[in-house]
C-alpha cells in the first residue's frame, strides 16, 4: 500500500513538472517578439559600412604607423569615418556613400595621436593634380633649420609618403609607396618633387599620408616624440576633376512670435 502511495506521489509530481514546463513555453511564445525599428537597422548598416572603410584605410597606411600606434587608432579612424557620414544627408540613411560626405574631414588624422606632423616638419608641401591621372607632391628648397624641428642629436630625418587611391565604384584601389627621402640635417635641402600616377576614371578617394622620423646616426629613433604619421591631402575626384562638398544648410526652427512684434531686416 506505502509503495502504491509513493507511485501516485512521483506520478503527480512529474505531472506538476510537466505543466510547468508546458506554461513556460507557452509563455515564451507569447512575449512579443523585439523588432528593430528600420531607423536602427539603416543606423547599424551605415556604422558597418564605417567599420569597412577604417580597417582598409588602417591595412594601407599600417607601414606607417606600425611602431608607434596607440591602442585606440581603429576607434579613432572609425569615429572619423562616422563624423563624415553624418554630413550626408539622413534621407540616405541606410545607404550612405562616402563620397557624399565631407572627406576633407579626414585631412589631419594623427596615427600617432600625440604628435602632429608640422610639429616636425616646419616646411609641408604643395599637391597639385596633374593631366588628370597624376599628382605632384613638391618639396620648396629650405635651410634643414627651418625645415625641421631640431632634435638633439640627430643627423638625418626620413620622410615616408605613401597614396591610397579607392576607387568609389568598384573595388579596383591603387595603393602606391614611395622611397624613403632621407635629408640630412648637416646641408641645406635643395627640395625634392614626386609625381605619382594615379588612374582617376569615375569616383575616386585620394588620400596621401606621409611620416617623418630621425635618424640618430645609424639608426631610427624609437622615440614616439620624434614619430608623426598623418592623413595630409584628402580628396574626392571624378573623372580627375575635384568634387566639392557641398553642405546642407540647416534650417532655423520656427519660432512662434508676437503678432504685433517687427521684425528683423536680414542681410
Known sequence: MVKRKKIISNLDTIDK???LQQKQIQNREQKPKINQSEATKKVGKDFGRCSGIASKILETFKPHFASHYDEKVSNRIRARIVKIFKTISPEFAGNKQLIQGNVKLLKGF????AKAI??????LPEYTIQDANQIQIEFQPAGTDTMFKVVENATASIIRLSVYNMDLDDKHDEIVHA???S???ADTFAGAKLKVPLQLTGNRLVLVVMSLNYFKTDFESENKKHKAAEIVFANKFRNGLEIPFIEIPVQAPPV???PQGIDWELG
Open 179 to 181: 622611397n624613403a627621402l
Open 17 to 19: 513538472i510537466a505543466k
Open 118 to 123: 608640422d610639429s616636425l616638419l616646419l616646411q
Open 110 to 113: 594623427r596615427f600617432n595621436a
Open 183 to 185: 635629408i640630412s640635417l
Open 256 to 258: 512662434k512670435n508676437d
